[in-house]
C-alpha cells in the first residue's frame, strides 16, 4: 500500500469548492507497486473532477502493517483502503 500527499484542481465548482481551486489530498492506494499506485492515485482523482494532479510525496506502508488487524482498525483510511482498493481525503485549507 502506497501513501501519497497530493494537489489537484477542481475542475468545476462544487458545494464548498470554486473551480480552479488547488486542494490538497492524502490518498491511500493498495496497489503492490509504485508506478501502478500512482497511476490509480491520478485516475481517481480525475474521475473525482479534478485536474493538474501533483504528487508531492509518496510513501509505502510496509505489508506487515497493512496485515495486522490493530493497525488497520486503528487507522480507519487505510482500513478502507484494505476494502476498497483506495480512500481518498481532501482537505481544506
Known amino acids: 500500500m502506497y501513501i501519497f500527499s497530493v494537489n489537484a484542481t477542481a475542475k468545476k465548482a462544487r458545494e464548498h469548492l470554486k473551480e480552479g481551486q488547488r486542494v490538497p ?17 491520478k485516475v ?4 473525482a473532477g479534478f ?9 509505502l506502508v510496509p505489508s ?14 487505510m482500513g478502507e483502503a484494505v476494502k476498497t482498493g483506495y480512500m481518498i481525503q481532501m482537505f481544506d485549507e
Do not use: M, P, S
Open 44 to 47: 481517481y482523482l480525475i474521475r
Open 51 to 59: 485536474t493538474d494532479i501533483e504528487i508531492e510525496k509518496r510513501k
Open 25 to 41: 489530498f492524502i490518498v491511500y492506494i493498495n496497489f503492490v507497486d509504485l508506478f501502478g499506485a500512482e497511476q490509480l492515485c
Open 64 to 77: 506487515h502493517l497493512v496485515k495486522d488487524e490493530r493497525v488497520v482498525t486503528a487507522d480507519k483510511a
